[in-house]
């Protein structure tokens, strides 16, 4: 079992900065693969960023060259640098790990989430 700990959320005006951290804690395997998710409020959940499994990085496109997905100074953790945040970046963001095993198995785990406000 993994668990995932967000935590750097707040409120901002808009083009103000955040970074976000995510902590993981448990049985950590080299298979698995970090990224941020949110969820804006009576939307769906959606990707923000991931780590790929060949170490390259995804951005959804309303964020690219705004946001920065990077390891964090801590061990077993994930960073999420936000700069020039808009007021639709509104939402609750989600650290995730998904564990592909070599036997073809997968495992998700979700941290609680970390609110995130930006004010016009």
């Known amino acids: 079992q993994v668990q995932l700990v967000e935590s750097g959320g707040g409120l901002v005006q808009a083009g103000g900065s955040l970074r976000l951290s995510c902590a993981a804690s448990?049985?950590?395997?080299?298979?698995?693969?970090m990224g941020w998710y949110r969820q804006a409020l009576g939307k769906q959940r959606e990707l923000v960023a991931t780590?790929?499994?060949?170490?390259?990085?995804n951005y959804a496109d309303s964020v690219k060259g705004r946001f920065t997905i990077s390891r964090g100074d801590a061990k077993n953790t994930v960073a999420l640098q936000m700069n020039g945040l808009k007021p639709e970046d509104t939402a609750v963001y989600y650290c995730?790990?998904?564990?592909?095993?070599?036997?073809?198995?997968?495992?998700?785990?979700w941290g609680q989430g970390t609110q995130v406000t930006v004010s016009s």
């Open positions: 995730k790990a998904l564990d592909r095993r070599p036997d073809a198995t997968q495992y998700v785990y």
């Open positions: 448990g049985s950590i395997a080299s298979t698995i693969v």
């Open positions: 780590f790929t499994s060949v170490g390259n990085t």
